[in-house]
């Protein structure tokens, strides 16, 4: 999975209810935040949540870095596994193909159906 842009506000709602419905194979998430920009306070206690939940974290960009430095949350250099079709993107217009998306970007996604 894969997370971009800004996580915060409804996006925050859409990916815990994407979590819930698409994580039922009880694997533990491999989440690439590479290309997070911004979390808010919501948007943190996702991240928060999502780690209790046993899901790891890669991406070593800066902000990514200070982020999780301060949630106090481990932060990988790689993730084994990230597939294309597991990608979820937030805030966001460029979309991966056969991405989930949430946020603005879901209503590109949905015209290319």
Not at 57 to 85: D, H, M, S, T
Request: glycine share 10%.
């Amino acid at each position: 999975m894969k997370l971009e842009g800004r996580l915060v506000g409804p996006w925050v709602r859409e990916l815990k209810k994407t979590i819930l419905r698409t994580n039922g194979r009880c694997q533990p998430l491999e989440i690439d935040v590479s290309d997070l920009t911004f979390a808010d306070e919501k948007g943190e206690r996702a991240l928060r949540w999502l780690h209790r939940m046993g899901a790891h974290f890669q991406g070593k960009e800066p902000f990514a870095e200070y982020l999780f430095q301060r949630l106090k949350i481990p932060l990988f250099a790689a993730c084994g596994g990230l597939n294309q079709g597991d990608e979820l993107v937030v805030g966001r217009r460029s979309v991966q193909r056969n991405a989930p998306v949430v946020g603005k970007s879901a209503r590109t996604r949905m015209e290319e159906h």
